[in-house]
């Protein structure tokens, strides 16, 4: 039972990764406007009283780190989940960490790839570096929890 809902996971967040690749330019920035002007509203008291200019401006003055923090959220997950994934097939040592790890930077370049085919957008070696770090990260937390 825990493969299948591991496995499962997996398949359906590596989907919805394709998906937010396959957004064009246009509607991948109002994606991120959008969640920079969720940030200004949870974090600056006074966000809602500025002027709708002002919001987007500050919108895009984050949307850069917003989208980069974007690829190392969503790559941590998948770290996490691949991780659980090849433990949950009983595989020993540190081999499930390493293909964990491996699988998910190979998805991040194969994402990237994917990108250059959507218009208005790029491939980047600097994302699937970040994406690479947060496939790390998600590994390195399962193997914390299965330490403790």
Do not use: N
């Not at 996971?9 to 991948?28: E, G, H, N, R």
């Not at 940030?39 to 919108?59: L, M, S």
């Not at 980069?68 to 996490?80: D, P, V």
């Not at 496939?135 to 193997?143: E, Q, R």
């Amino acid at each position: 039972m825990k493969k299948r809902v591991w496995t499962t996971a997996v398949i359906i967040w590596t989907m919805l990764i394709f998906w937010f690749s396959a957004q064009p330019a246009d509607q991948s920035e109002d994606m991120s406007l959008s969640a920079g002007r969720m940030v200004g509203r949870i974090f600056i008291p006074e966000y809602e009283q500025w002027p709708q200019e002002r919001q987007t401006a500050f919108a895009r003055k984050i949307d850069y780190p917003v989208r980069k923090a974007a690829h190392a959220s969503e790559y941590a997950l998948l770290g996490f989940l691949l991780a659980g994934m090849y433990y949950s097939y009983g595989w020993t040592g540190k081999r499930w960490l390493i293909l964990s790890i491996a699988s998910g930077v190979l998805y991040a370049c194969s994402d990237e790839s994917h990108q250059l085919f959507v218009p208005g957008r790029a491939g980047w070696i600097s994302d699937v570096l970040i994406d690479s770090g947060g496939v790390l990260a998600g590994g390195l937390l399962v193997l914390a929890l299965r330490v403790w």
